[in-house]
């Protein structure tokens, strides 16, 4: 029988084994993200330079833009792939994964081609001083204008390796990128080029990684493509009506989903930015430093969401069940193990990243309030992807916008208004607090009424 390994993992192994086999690759391709976002913010913090951590900084919201095409047609063609495989329509599955591999070349290169044209705009538009633009503008040509379609086809490409069972290729594959980009961060930032040019060395390792990524992923595909149902030939292009509604019917709420996240941290970005270049320089660091915990909650996530998805299309809910429990069990315990840590250490974590004083000295208060959301957040992400890996979009779209457009967005204005830098700080644990107890009771409801 074809993909015999892979649904084996998805019908008849224990949940734990099935969870570790699928999530830790993931957990450990998450965590080397962060490793290589956090370089650049590192290597760059060695300069003693704050208006370079504040420029680089600038650049997430826009990087984030871009993982919104990675969700729209990795989650939404993925976690389709694994149902498709779970009521066992693997022809339908090829046409999916080659109508997504296309679409996201397309998204890709017309969004590298937007930045292009208006990124001086678009980056004065997030907060970019006179002293910031240019090293927001090296690192944006480097990342998102050349290096668009190779970053977001390795995003889609994980998730449709991952979907099918081949997690270990998927974390292996985001390893190598990371791994990389942190051995060619200090050659390009130190050796290669003049001082002064730190922010475009780190611009340039970054892109390479990510071309390196594409390359491997689109080579483990072609290589397993006879014996796995995912497909990159344009003679598979044309998926049918439905399946491609229920591409979108997920992927447009994830993607959207990210599009909110996005818009709330260009709000955070522009109002740390009204307090100097020194507040946004620490909260800069607060935002990549603060995402460990969040970054193996991710990888949980991805290794349940192809459990989850493909139990509930064979009609297994219990199993669907279990898998969702434990995995929100172990992520919680890791949450709020992580909330402990980050209270004793964020000095420590703050200095790893700059030694200027006072941006240490803010960083660490930010850090401390704002990593009280860890668990909470988790139980956030955890329940939205779980209705997308069972086709609900619309929950999962109810939920993520509600996360930022009730609560996040506008208690950003209010707590601002009212305590100023440190009420941007605090808004995350108050918002996600509310957030997951109205997530919790919307899972209960659905499981309730539809699997029982």
Not at 16 to 26: D, G, I, S, V
Not at 155 to 178: D, I
Not at 304 to 315: C, I, K, R, T, V
Request: charged share 10%; hydrophobic share 55%; aromatic share 12%.
């Amino acid at each position: 029988m074809k993909h015999t390994n892979s649904r084996e993992i998805f019908e008849t192994w224990p949940i734990p084994k099935a969870l570790t086999e699928l999530a830790l690759p993931m957990i450990f391709g998450q965590l080397i993200i962060l490793i290589y976002n956090l370089a650049d913010t590192f290597y760059i913090g060695r300069t003693n330079n704050p208006l370079m951590v504040a420029g680089v900084s600038l650049l997430l919201p826009v990087f984030n833009i871009s993982i919104t095409f990675a969700n729209l047609f990795g989650i939404g063609g993925g976690t389709l792939i694994s149902r498709l495989m779970g009521a066992g329509r693997d022809n339908e599955a090829k046409t999916v994964s080659a109508f997504c591999f296309y679409m996201t070349i397309i998204f890709a290169g017309l969004f590298s081609l937007l930045m292009f044209a208006f990124m001086e705009n678009i980056l004065r538009i997030l907060g970019a001083s006179e002293d910031t633009l240019l090293f927001a503008s090296q690192y944006t040509f480097c990342v998102i204008v050349i290096g668009a379609i190779p970053t977001i086809l390795s995003m889609t490409l994980s998730n449709f390796l991952r979907s099918t069972g081949y997690a270990k290729q998927a974390g292996f594959g985001v390893s190598m990128g990371g791994i990389i980009n942190i051995i060619l961060d200090p050659i390009f930032m130190f050796v290669l080029l003049p001082q002064g040019y730190e922010v475009l060395g780190a611009g340039i390792a970054t892109m390479l990684s990510n071309v390196i990524t594409c390359s491997y992923f689109l080579a483990i595909i072609l290589k397993i493509g006879e014996k796995n149902i995912l497909s990159l030939s344009i003679k598979n292009f044309g998926a049918s009506r439905e399946n491609i509604y229920s591409v979108f019917a997920v992927g447009v709420p994830a993607a959207i989903a990210v599009t909110l996240f996005d818009i709330t941290y260009i709000i955070i970005d522009k109002l740390a930015s009204l307090y100097g270049d020194i507040p946004l320089a620490a909260i800069g660091i607060v935002l990549k430093a603060e995402r460990l915990p969040l970054n193996v909650g991710i990888g949980i996530c991805q290794g349940m969401m192809p459990l989850a998805g493909y139990n509930y299309s064979s009609g297994n809910f219990a199993r669907m069940r279990e898998a969702v429990n434990f995995s929100r069990l172990v992520g919680l315990v890791i949450g709020f193990v992580s909330v402990a840590l980050y209270e004793v250490f964020a000095a420590d974590i703050m200095r790893i990243f700059i030694d200027d004083a006072q941006t240490v000295e803010l960083g660490t208060n930010f850090l401390r309030a704002r990593t009280l959301a860890t668990p909470f957040m988790f139980m956030c992400f955890h329940l939205v992807n779980f209705f997308q890996a069972v086709g609900m979009g619309g929950r999962a779209l109810a939920l993520g916008s509600a996360r930022w457009i009730v609560f996040n967005i506008p208690l950003l204005f209010i707590l601002n208004y009212i305590f100023g830098m440190y009420g941007i700080v605090w808004t995350q644990v108050i918002a996600d607090v509310m957030m997951a107890v109205v997530s919790l009771i919307v899972y209960m409801n659905f499981t309730r009424n539809n699997l029982s």
